[in-house]
């Protein structure tokens, strides 16, 4: 979560002139970078002579599929990591319209 954490101290800092919006920090593990499994931590010419089947599959589905919707060997496509922000974010949003509260306040009242 290192690089994680980073981009959200830049963007606290930032935001000061913002800040009474930030409420609270946490961690959500919806939002880390894109998992890149097999090939994590791999430029193109180490994933071809590492993994050479795994590779052409990749480029394979690479070219009939597209990029965003391919998912790498163990890891993530681009769609899954937008189905994952997006996630957060409506949460994000629902945080902050108190929309979960009232909701649960509603729920312990009946």
């Known amino acids: 979560f290192r690089s994680t954490r980073e981009t959200a101290g830049c963007l606290l800092k930032g935001m000061q002139k913002t800040k009474p919006w930030v409420s609270h920090i946490r961690e959500n593990p919806l939002l880390v970078e894109q998992d890149w499994g097999l090939f994590e ?43 994952r922000v997006q996630i957060l974010f409506s949460s994000i949003v629902r945080d902050r319209l108190g929309i979960g509260e009232k909701r649960s306040q509603h729920h312990q009242h009946q």
């Open 41 to 83: 931590s791999l430029g193109n010419d180490d994933m071809k002579n590492k993994y050479p089947e795994e590779f052409k599959r990749l480029t394979t589905m690479n070219e009939h599929q597209g990029q965003f919707w391919v998912r790498f060997p163990l890891g993530e496509s681009h769609f899954d990591v937008c189905q």
